[in-house]
């Protein structure tokens, strides 16, 4: 292995962290009460969350399943589905950075909302980068509870908090 393959796989790595990062916090900042209401689930209910996700990762597999079918409109499903649920996962990690992030700020005496979901963000995206532990324990884990926070926050029917007092919260 060249140096300049190192140097590649180090860029290539730390493309994806900074990516993923923000991901999560464009998705928290975009849908502040499907975040919120993610972020409740992940810390109310964690098993529940996590069986939600494995639920749909299952249902995901078989989205994935569909993109081998000759017929194209199972492939449309498959992509109408993936999409779906990615879209979910998304929004539950943001949920879980906004989780982490409070904890974090907690901790450290955090006067702004928004820095306490970079720091969640942040912590989220390198944990699930760690070197074998991140990516085989934490990431599937962390991807399966998110993805059923998301689910969860999305299909539920009441809303929690109305989105002005979550935009308020969120800021102080």
């Known amino acids: 292995m060249s140096l300049a393959q190192v140097q ?3 860029a290539v790595t730390t493309l994806l962290i900074v990516s993923w990062m923000a991901l999560t916090l464009a998705t928290a900042l ?3 009460l499907h975040s919120l209401r993610a972020s409740n689930a992940l810390e109310q209910t964690p098993k529940k969350t996590f069986f939600v996700g494995v639920l749909m ?16 409109l199972l492939k449309i499903i498959a992509w109408v589905g993936t999409l779906g649920i990615g879209s979910w996962l998304c929004i539950g990690a ?3 950075a906004r989780l982490f992030g409070h904890r974090i700020g907690e901790m450290a005496g955090a006067k ?5 979901l970079v720091r969640g963000s942040l912590v989220l995206s390198v944990a699930m980068a760690f ?7 934490f990431a599937p884990v962390t991807l399966i509870s998110a993805l059923g926070a998301g689910t969860l926050s999305v299909l539920r ?3 929690i908090i109305s989105v002005s ?5 969120t800021e102080g």
């Open 30 to 32: 975009a849908f502040p």
């Open 165 to 169: 007092k979550a935009v308020t919260l």
């Open 8 to 10: 590649l796989a180090v």
């Open 131 to 137: 070197p074998y532990f991140g990516w085989f324990l």
């Open 112 to 116: 702004t909302s928004f820095g306490e």
């Open 57 to 72: 990762t299952i249902l995901l597999m078989i989205s994935f399943a569909l993109f081998g079918a000759p017929n194209p």
């Open 157 to 159: 029917k009441t809303s």
């Open 94 to 96: 943001g949920g879980l």
